[in-house]
């Protein structure tokens, strides 16, 4: 009986060992075949060309995938389309995340990206939207400093509203630097001609202007009830606060439930702009990440290309600049930047240098994502 077991334990594992070969033999049968089909010369090794012409499809399959687990996940109705109703709230989003409860299979599209997306205001995206999103750094630049913007006006006078103790429209020096209103003497001069004079609430123009850095200090201290440097969702969307729940999920970039007061002068951004790289410091990164900053931080026409005028004002070298316009045209357009992407992923997988990526090269560091073929 004891060597009936042991047979049958020894067999499982054989089994178990022949399933698990088999599978990395069906791994590599999918490599090899890759491989001979970008193979075009059938020299048994892939030039940066026929490697190019492989790097470029399967990105394209990559994010064809991408799009459609986007659509499987969000389109809730089935039309083949995202709509706004259809993107998580912040507060499904939290709970996702706060419980790790079926984050796998959940919609990843917030608020932010998806009005991103949605240039023409339609209310819902569709697969082109949301394939040239992924294609587009631009789109991401933009989200990333996307942030939320407040009508101050509108929020000084409803704040002034409350301040109003006698109802009658006015706002009075005793009733403006009272407990409750925090405004000050000075910011009451602003409106009225004296101490003495009161001024019409509806007659005001314009919110209080003040040092920029004394306002975020001031706002954000009447929203720290409890003095701790940190604002709390409760904090934050107090009536002495005025932040939407979205506002918050949008400020929290760490993502620990606070907002600090670096997160919390992010809404006092004007003009909002990617913080550029000093030149001193680019001067001494490599030129494949100069150009990326240069072509990030350098387009100031924003037509998504960098013209040699634009390049020269951020001190990029003309021997760096024509040493990646790929196709001559004197700008750095996408195209460029994807021709400079795949030259560094075949580098990556040329292991020894030979300027040739031969089967088991191509294997060893691309076998997995042949699987999108």
Not at 296 to 314: G, I, L, T, V
Request: hydrophobic share 30%; proline share 3%; aromatic share 8%.
């Amino acid at each position: 009986m004891k060597a009936t077991i042991a047979t049958i334990l020894l067999l499982l594992t054989l089994c178990v060992a022949e399933t698990e070969f088999n599978l990395e033999k069906e791994k590599s049968k999918l490599s090899n075949k890759v491989f001979n089909h970008y193979d075009i010369d059938k020299s048994k090794t892939l030039s940066f060309e026929e490697f190019s012409t492989f790097s470029k499809e399967m990105r394209e399959k990559e994010l064809e995938k991408r799009v459609a687990m986007t659509i499987k996940f969000c389109d809730k109705n089935g039309n083949g389309k995202i709509e706004s109703s259809e993107v998580p709230t912040p507060k499904e989003m939290r709970e996702m995340f706060v419980k790790r409860k079926n984050i796998a299979t959940m919609c990843h599209m917030d608020s932010i990206r998806f009005k991103i997306i949605d240039k023409d205001n339609s209310k819902s995206i569709s697969r082109e939207e949301i394939l040239l999103s992924f294609k587009t750094p631009m789109a991401m630049r933009e989200m990333i400093n996307r942030v939320p913007k407040i009508d101050k006006l509108q929020i000084f006078k409803d704040r002034l509203k409350r301040c109003d103790k006698n109802e009658d429209g006015n706002i009075s020096l005793i009733e403006a630097t009272s407990r409750g209103c925090y405004i000050t003497s000075d910011t009451f001069l602003q409106y009225s001609p004296n101490y003495k004079t009161s001024f019409k609430i509806d007659k005001v123009a314009h919110a209080p202007k003040h040092n920029k850095k004394e306002e975020i200090e001031y706002d954000f201290k009447k929203c720290d009830s409890n003095s701790d440097n940190n604002l709390t969702l409760v904090e934050a969307t107090s009536k002495w606060c005025h932040l939407t729940s979205d506002d918050f999920i949008e400020l929290d970039r760490d993502k620990n439930n606070y907002l600090d007061k670096r997160e919390f002068s992010q809404m006092y951004a004007e003009d909002v702009k990617p913080p550029k790289m000093p030149f001193k410091i680019m001067k001494d990164i490599p030129p494949e990440a100069k150009i990326h900053i240069a072509f990030a931080q350098c387009d100031e026409d924003e037509n998504r290309k960098m013209s040699r005028d634009e390049a020269k004002k951020c001190e990029i070298s003309m021997e760096i600049f024509n040493r990646f316009d790929y196709d001559k045209s004197n700008t750095i357009e996408q195209n460029d930047l994807e021709t400079m992407q795949r030259h560094r992923e075949f580098e990556r997988v040329d292991m020894n240098s030979d300027k040739k990526i031969d089967q088991k090269e191509f294997a060893e560091r691309m076998g997995n994502r042949c699987r999108v073929f």
